[in-house]
């Protein structure tokens, strides 16, 4: 595993667990968190998960399993303006096989819920 | 208990960067306010970022201010100052990327006021990866690739490299002993990012740093 790569999930399970935080007001175990990511948001997913693992045990919100929802980019091919969807960078288009494109989205990196432990509520 | 009120799940639909963009924004209308255009610049370690800004220093003079980002030392600091630039140095402690907030604080300590100042780059920690996610409130974002890395690098560190405004090929006085492929390099970045400009320099010659220079100078003096 690449350590700076790690080093960038650290700090974002870091700003993740204080986003929870304060949307919650409080800390409490919690059964599951919602999350989305893009695939060209440069986040990897396993090195997120292992850190954000440690990070909210450390910050006293349990052991969540964290639920990832990998969506899928939307570009444009500026070769033959076909719009269309990749699950990476390096997924050329459908319709000519040009890179040539043009990102419309698939950066994003959201906390979208999180579930509560039983009688936290 | 009944089991319907036990599951209890809180909507928060919150952007995980939406602190950073925060502050990015207010780094953005700081600078922007005082007339100041602000470049971001990402490269591997040794890539020569701080040899790009030392022969800008000499181009601009006290027009420019740097912040150097590193994990540890204040040497890339000391190399801009006897430049001829004032220079603030983030000490990351380990970070591996700047973020806009850490700029932030290194605007505050700066004096933004000198009407002489029109100018100021921030060299990022050296690496690929962890820096291209995070907005510091640049106008311009601009990677350096040096030759000995090699022309592949482009493609195996997309995300960098779709995210950038100008891409500087830099050491091109090295460009004879290596099988680096510039327009294999111009092609494969282009393909990721059509709208990318793209200057070849060597630090260390000079060679292509005044037409860099002077493009950079017409973003905020044109
Ligand atoms: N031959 C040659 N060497 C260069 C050139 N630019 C920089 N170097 C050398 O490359 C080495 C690294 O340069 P730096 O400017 O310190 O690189 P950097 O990207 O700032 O490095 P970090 O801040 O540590 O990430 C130094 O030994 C420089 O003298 C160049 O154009 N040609
Ligand atoms: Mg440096
Ligand atoms: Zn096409």
Redesign the interface.
Known sequence: MNGGATMHELSLAHDMTRIIGNALGRKVHLDRVNITIGPLSGISPESLRFCFTEVAKIEGFGEPELVINLTRAKLICLDCDTEYEAKDFYQGCPGCGSISRRILSGREFTVDSVELEEGND | ?CDE???????????????NDRFAADNRELLGGKGIYTLNLISSPGAGKTAVLESMARFFGPRMAVIEGDIQTRRDAERIEKAGCQAWQIETG????L?AHAVNHALSHMNLDPDSLQLMAIENVG?L??P??YDLGEDMRIGLLSVPEGDDKI?KY???F?SINVLVINKMDLISHLDFDVDRAIDEC???N?DVLVFTVSAKTGEGMEEFCGFVENQFSG
């Not at chain 2, 009120?5 to 602190?19: A, G, L, P, R, W």
């Open positions: 208990m009120v036990t599951e209890q799940k809180v909507d928060i639909t919150t952007s995980v960067m939406s602190k380990g970070a591996c990327h973020d690496n990866i962890c291209s996610g493609l997309p995300s960098l779709s282009r393909s990721l059509p």
